[in-house]
C-alpha cells in the first residue's frame, strides 16, 4: 500500500510564501508522477503542479505559473512545492497524489491512485 504524506500547511497574509511537503513510497518508482492538487469549498479538485520523474516534466496551472515551483528531493524522497505571492483565492486544502504511471493528463486529478489526508493553506487579505 502507498502511503503518501503532506505537511507545511498554514494560514499566511497576501504575498507571503508557504512550501508544502510530501513524502510517498512510490518515490521510488522511475515513472512515477506526483503532484500537488487543491480543493476549495464548494469548487471542484484541480491540478496546481505536478511532475514526471522520468524526465522531470513540470506541469502548473495557468493560475499558479511564474508563483509556485514544484520540486524534489531525491535523497530525501520528498516532494515540495513552494508557493510565494500567495494570494487569496489560493485559500483551499491542498492534497498531495502520485501515482506509478505516467499520467496522460498530468493535471488531471482522476490520472493518480493515491492521495494524501490533505493540509489546509488559508491566506488572508
Known amino acids: 500500500q502507498v502511503q503518501v504524506v503532506e505537511s507545511g500547511g498554514g494560514s499566511v497574509q497576501a504575498g507571503g510564501s508557504l512550501r508544502l511537503s510530501c513524502a510517498a513510497s512510490?518515490?521510488?518508482?522511475?515513472?512515477?508522477?506526483m503532484g500537488w492538487f487543491r480543493q476549495a469549498p464548494g469548487k471542484e479538485r484541480e491540478g496546481v503542479a505536478t511532475?514526471?520523474?522520468?524526465?522531470?516534466?513540470?506541469y502548473y496551472a495557468d493560475s499558479v505559473k511564474g508563483r509556485f515551483t514544484i520540486s524534489r528531493d531525491n535523497a530525501k524522497n520528498t516532494l515540495y512545492l513552494q508557493m510565494n505571492s500567495l494570494k487569496p483565492e489560493d485559500t483551499a486544502m491542498y492534497y498531495c497524489?502520485?501515482?506509478?504511471?505516467?499520467?496522460?493528463?498530468?493535471?488531471?486529478?482522476?490520472?493518480?491512485?493515491?492521495w494524501g489526508q490533505g493540509t489546509q493553506v488559508t491566506v488572508s487579505s
Open positions: 511532475i514526471y520523474f522520468g524526465d522531470g516534466s513540470t
Open positions: 512510490v518515490y521510488t518508482y522511475s515513472r512515477s508522477c
Open positions: 497524489a502520485a501515482t506509478p504511471y505516467k499520467a496522460e493528463e498530468a493535471l488531471m486529478w482522476y490520472e493518480y491512485n493515491y
